[in-house]
């Protein structure tokens, strides 16, 4: 499934830079992840690399954005093609 960035994010601009999908941006607030472009780092990461660098560990797992690994990787496909 796609992440989520959670409102106690302090914009700290670590997560932004490091996503290998550019699914991540600047909110009317804080960070947000765009869930169309976020594999969860399949394809390129073993982990989630925005919750490696995050310092409060402010991001987690969207329910609302439910995706198998199967699904994960034909997004990377689609991203990458
Ligand atoms: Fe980007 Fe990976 Fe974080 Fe998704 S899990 S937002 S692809 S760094
Ligand atoms: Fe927010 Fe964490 Fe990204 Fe920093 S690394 S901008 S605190 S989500």
Redo the contacts with the bound molecule.
């Keep these: 499934m796609a992440l989520k ?1 959670l409102d106690t ?8 830079p490091e996503c290998p999908n550019k699914a ?1 941006f600047m909110g009317e607030e ?2 947000e992840i765009d869930p169309n472009r976020c594999t969860e780092c399949v394809g390129h990461y073993d982990n989630p690399t ?1 919750i490696s ?4 560990r ?2 987690t797992v969207d329910p609302n954005h439910q995706e198998t690994l199967d699904q994960l990787a034909e997004k990377y496909v689609r991203l990458t093609s």
């Design positions: 960035i994010c302090i914009n700290c601009d670590m997560c932004e991540i804080i960070y925005c660098v995050c310092p409060i402010c991001i």
